[in-house]
C-alpha cells in the first residue's frame, strides 16, 4: 500500500510539473498570438496606405515637373535682370565661383560693376538659341556683362559678335558701343 501511496504522490507530482510547463506553454502561445493579432491589426490596413504612398509619390513627380517648368524662359529673364542688376550677379552652382577665383581672380565677376553702363536693345530666341543686341559705355562694360553671361548656370556657349563704335548724335560727347552676343540658354 505504502508503494502505491508513493506511486500517487509521485504521479501527482509529475502531474502537476506537467501542468506548470503546459501553462507556460500556454502563457508563449497566448503571447505570440497576441504579437500577431497586434501584428495583423497594423497590416490590416497595409493597401491603403500604399495607396495613399503611391499618391504622395505621384504629388512629388507633379511638384518636380513644375519645379522643372519653373526654370523656363521666365528664369532666364529673371536671370538677365540679376545680372544687370547693380549689386547682385549671376547665379552659379554654390563653391564653383571660389574654385574659379582661386584659379584665375579675373575669371569671376566684378560686383562693383556698374550695370548702367550696359543697355538691352534686343532678345531674340529661336531653338534656345538667343542673340542679345545693346549699347555698351565701351568694351570693358561689354567684357564684363559677358562675362557674368559665362557664369551664370541659365546661359552657355556665350560668343561675342562683332560689334561697332557710334555716336547718338553729333553733338553727344559720349560714344556708345554697340554689341551683339551669342548665347544659348539652359532651362
Do not use: C
Amino acid at each position: 500500500m505504502g508503494i502505491v501511496v508513493l506511486e500517487i504522490v509521485g504521479m501527482f507530482f509529475f502531474h502537476q510539473t506537467k501542468e506548470d510547463e503546459l501553462a507556460g506553454i500556454v502563457d508563449q502561445v497566448a503571447q505570440v498570438a497576441a504579437q500577431i493579432n497586434d501584428i495583423q491589426a497594423r497590416v490590416k490596413d497595409h493597401e491603403k496606405i500604399k495607396a495613399a504612398l503611391a499618391e504622395l509619390r505621384a504629388r512629388e513627380d507633379a511638384i518636380a515637373k513644375l519645379q522643372a517648368a519653373r526654370a523656363g524662359p521666365t528664369a532666364v529673364l529673371l536671370e538677365l535682370s540679376r545680372l544687370l542688376t547693380k549689386g547682385k550677379g549671376p547665379t552659379v552652382v554654390p563653391g564653383e565661383l571660389e574654385k574659379k577665383r582661386e584659379v584665375n581672380p579675373l575669371a569671376v565677376y566684378n560686383p562693383s560693376w556698374d550695370s548702367k553702363r550696359v543697355w538691352l536693345m534686343a532678345y531674340d530666341e529661336a531653338e534656345r538659341s538667343v542673340r542679345l543686341e545693346g549699347l555698351a559705355r565701351d568694351g570693358s562694360d561689354v567684357y564684363e556683362f559677358a562675362q557674368r553671361l559665362k557664369l551664370s548656370r541659365y546661359f552657355d556657349e556665350v560668343t561675342l559678335l562683332p560689334g561697332k563704335q557710334e555716336a547718338k548724335k553729333k553733338d553727344d560727347v559720349v560714344d556708345l558701343v554697340k554689341f551683339a552676343l551669342q548665347v544659348k540658354v539652359k532651362y
